[in-house]
């Protein structure tokens, strides 16, 4: 078994997938250590999260530079003060240059609230719902200087019902975020997932289609 995989957390509000991360290394689901939570803004809930469960706690205030460059130069040097082995967004809204991606090229993932490709950007519930989908879902991924791209690792998939409005479906994606996230994060952790020229690969295989978390059951389709 390869030593904890040190990780970073990048946040600006909530924080619950950053608290379901947390627990599942508290319960040896994902084998890492959190050396850090950062968020742009000193609201975040989320930072209070991380210092009831005694992680180190950060805030560096974008409205603080004169321009994305310098915010994300500082935002790199303090997240390698940790050295972390991998860099988590979790509702970190920003975008970000390409400098920074680059930096962190094949270990910075992100997770987010639709089934990409589809619906990158905000408001993808009502989007979802606007668009008469019979399913929504979430993705994680790695990330690339496009916003919401980068190769899929895992998707969770849910049904759309009829009665759903965009805060029921808000509500069921989380669920499914705490579940695969950590989940993604632990298959990095085991050297079970690894990233070359710009792919991803499980057990050494190319992720072609992501694995999908549905029915509370993992469907492997075209690895
Ligand atoms: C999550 O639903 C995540 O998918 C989304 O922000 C939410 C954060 O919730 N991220 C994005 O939209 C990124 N494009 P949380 O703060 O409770 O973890």
Not at 18 to 29: E, G, N, S, W, Y
């Amino acid at each position: 078994m390869p030593s904890a995989l040190d990780i970073v957390v990048l946040i600006s509000g909530n924080g619950s997938n950053l608290q379901a991360i947390i627990d599942a290394i508290k319960t040896h689901q994902v084998h890492g250590s959190i050396r850090a939570v950062i968020s742009n803004r000193a609201d975040a809930k989320g930072l209070q999260r991380a210092r009831n469960a005694g992680i180190n706690a950060e805030t560096l205030n974008h409205k603080d530079y004169s321009s994305r460059e310098s915010f994300d130069l500082a935002l790199q040097q303090l997240i390698d003060s940790y050295n972390p082995g991998l860099v988590v967004l979790a509702g970190f809204m920003r975008i970000l240059s390409d400098d920074f991606v680059d930096h962190y090229d094949g270990r910075l993932f992100n997770i987010h609230p639709s089934l990409l490709p589809e619906f990158k950007g905000l408001n993808t519930h009502q989007r979802v719902l606007d668009a008469n989908c019979a399913e929504h879902g979430a993705s994680v991924h790695f990330v690339n200087s496009e916003l919401d791209s980068g190769a899929l690792v895992l998707q969770a998939v849910i049904k759309v019902n009829s009665n759903d409005n965009a805060e029921t479906l808000a509500q069921r994606i989380h669920q499914q975020e705490h579940i695969i996230y950590p989940m993604a994060i632990n298959w990095f952790a085991e050297g079970r997932l690894t990233y070359k020229n710009s792919q991803a690969l499980l057990d050494n295989k190319l992720i072609a289609a992501p694995p999908q978390w549905k029915n509370k059951t993992l469907h492997i389709q075209d690895i």
